[in-house]
T-cell receptor
Framework: DAKTTQPPSMDCAEGRAANLPCNHSTISGNEYVYWYRQIHSQGPQYIIHGLKNNETNEMASLIITEDRKSSTLILPHATLRDTAVYYCIVTRYTGNQFYFGTGTSLTVIP | EAQVTQNPRYLITVTGKKLTVTCSQNMNHEYMSWYRQDPGLGLRQIYYSMNVEVTDKGDVPEGYKVSRKEKRNFPLILESPSPNQTSLYFC????????????FGPGTRLTVT
């Protein structure tokens, strides 16, 4: 599976959009981009995933570049409860081993 | 309520004393997995199971065993725990192996002295 690169930390003002980048330059055609987050030491929580097209759900939006070598997770109106570590994971849809990296620690500032 | 449960949540034990961490899910999921989390290393997969009686190694399987005799349960066994297995452990499940929306348990914090 392709590996990902994320910035180690980011800040965002409360109420503003949080844009979290992820590079996955070695992604292959059958690999999906998944995003999870982990609040403090709780179990990770699924956020969203996509293949080629941009995706949106009640939690976030996922923007994938046309060449699929990078993506951005957007939290449209960040709240203090969005402070967490965000993981970008690239995996085959029929994948088994699931590689978390060290993620991006997002701090939402009042 | 759909959930993944782990027991115990906290455990302090001594080197060499066999232990089992249980994991159970009530969602009829086929796929289950164990991870450990250590500072600076992120989450690393230990073992996973595609279905009953089907298990395979993840990234860091040394020192661990698993079994999948029933669909709902996926226990993690440490036959002879060592201090380097002190970690935060998570169990996860998903509907199928090709459905990677995984549901995670609350975690088990293990300390081996």
């Amino acid at each position: 599976d392709a590996k990902t690169t994320q910035p180690p930390s980011m800040d965002c003002a409360e109420g503003r959009a949080a844009n979290l980048p992820c590079n996955h330059s070695t992604i292959s055609g059958n690999e999906y981009v998944y995003w999870y987050r982990q609040i403090h030491s709780q179990g990770p929580q699924y956020i969203i995933h996509g293949l080629k097209n941009n995706e949106t759900n009640e939690m976030a939006s996922l923007i994938i570049t046309e060449d699929r070598k990078s993506s951005t997770l957007i939290l449209p109106h960040a709240t203090l409860r969005d402070t967490a570590v965000y993981y970008c994971i690239v995996t085959r849809y029929t994948g088994n081993q699931f590689y978390f990296g060290t993620g991006t620690s997002l701090t939402v500032i009042p | 309520e759909a959930q993944v449960t782990q027991n115990p949540r906290y455990l302090i034990t001594v080197t060499g004393k066999k232990l089992t961490v249980t994991c159970s899910q009530n969602m009829n999921h086929e796929y289950m997995s164990w991870y450990r989390q250590d500072p600076g290393l992120g989450l690393r997969q230990i073992y996973y199971s595609m279905n009953v009686e089907v298990t395979d190694k993840g990234d860091v399987p040394e020192g661990y065993k698993v079994s999948r005799k029933e669909k709902r349960n996926f226990p993690l066994i440490l036959e002879s725990p060592s201090p380097n297995q002190t970690s935060l452990y998570f169990c996860a499940s998903s509907f199928r192996a090709d459905r990677n929306e995984q549901y995670f348990g609350p975690g088990t914090r293990l300390t081996v002295t």
